[in-house]
């Protein structure tokens, strides 16, 4: 009934049954600082962004649309609603830098990747703008036009999905984990990532590229000790990578964005960088031993 998004519903349903189940917040928004008074119409401005968004990048080929089943449309309407409580009951100013950074770590490698496309296509006419794809059918969609679109749908879908079960769930409160269980979320996520490689399209990249993206999401997790913040990084992240996959003209070998090696390589650096600071704030093994 409800599609392939199936899989993404299911880890939502576990963990918040798990999280309930052991009585524990679902904490999908930092424990403060609180606003003074609840806004409703935060809520709405959120809701209007995110559409907007949509609504801009119009992508008209099947390949982006059809990635959206009844299911996913569910999950984004209910992420849409949390990301809008979220502003509305949390004051955003004290994470706006950590927001920064994480637009950083996640958009240096797409740039890289932008570049070595380029420099890789030559000549070859690349779906870089949507004014690209206009009567010409090597580009069905263009990559302003797929990341636009795919931005919000992350943002919105990873939140109550893998965001809440592979950093909330099995990384805990952020304050006591260290970098072990960073990187055992990652593998536990990889491995789910290779069991329904190819069910779910919205989850289009390898196992290992996910491993390295949830490194460093779950180390922005620990440090910024917002879920908002990590998913933010990771919808940017996916959706750079849908943007990279579009900007190649249909039929074009090796247009999967994991075979670039200037953007695995520059991906991968970041990640390290990430994982170095929460080895110096909270080590190695903290969150793994009693």
């Known amino acids: 009934m409800v599609g392939p998004s199936v899989a993404l519903i299911g880890l939502a349903v576990v963990a918040v049954s798990l999280l309930r189940g052991m009585h524990l917040p679902l904490g999908v928004w930092p424990n403060g600082p609180w606003r003074e008074r609840f806004s409703g119409g935060i809520i709405a401005g959120v809701g209007l962004v995110l559409a907007a968004l949509i609504v801009i990048s119009d992508p008209v080929a099947p390949e982006v649309i059809d990635r959206i089943d009844p299911g996913m449309f569910a999950i984004v309407i209910v992420g849409t609603v949390v990301w809008g409580l979220s502003w509305a009951l949390v004051s955003q100013r004290a994470y706006l830098g950590w927001y920064g950074l994480a637009t950083m770590f996640a958009v240096l490698p797409l740039l890289v990747g932008v570049m070595e496309v380029t420099v890789t296509m030559g000549n070859a006419e690349l779906c870089m703008l949507p004014s690209s794809t206009t009567g010409n059918a090597e580009c069905p969609v263009s990559a302003f036009r797929a990341f636009g679109f795919m931005l919000p ?3 919105t879908v990873l939140l109550v999905t893998v965001e809440l079960t592979f950093r909330r769930l099995l990384i805990g409160h952020p304050s006591r984990a260290g970098l072990g269980l960073v990187v055992l979320a990652a593998l536990v996520y990889g491995a789910w990532v290779a069991v329904i490689a190819g069910e ?5 990249h390898s196992w290992w590229m996910g491993t390295i993206g949830a490194v460093g999401a779950g180390s922005l997790y620990v440090l910024s000790e917002s879920l908002l913040v990590s998913c933010w990084y ?7 990578q849908d943007g990279l996959s579009a900007a190649l003209p249909r039929g074009t070998e090796g ?9 695995v390589v520059v991906q991968a650096a970041v990640v390290l960088l990430l994982a170095v600071l929460v080895v110096r704030r909270h080590g190695v093994t903290a969150g793994l031993r009693r």
């Open 234 to 240: 990771t919808a940017l992240l996916l959706a750079g």
């Open 200 to 204: 779910v399209q919205t989850i289009s």
């Open 255 to 263: 247009a999967e964005p994991a075979i670039l090696l200037a953007y």
């Open 153 to 155: 749908v992350y943002v």
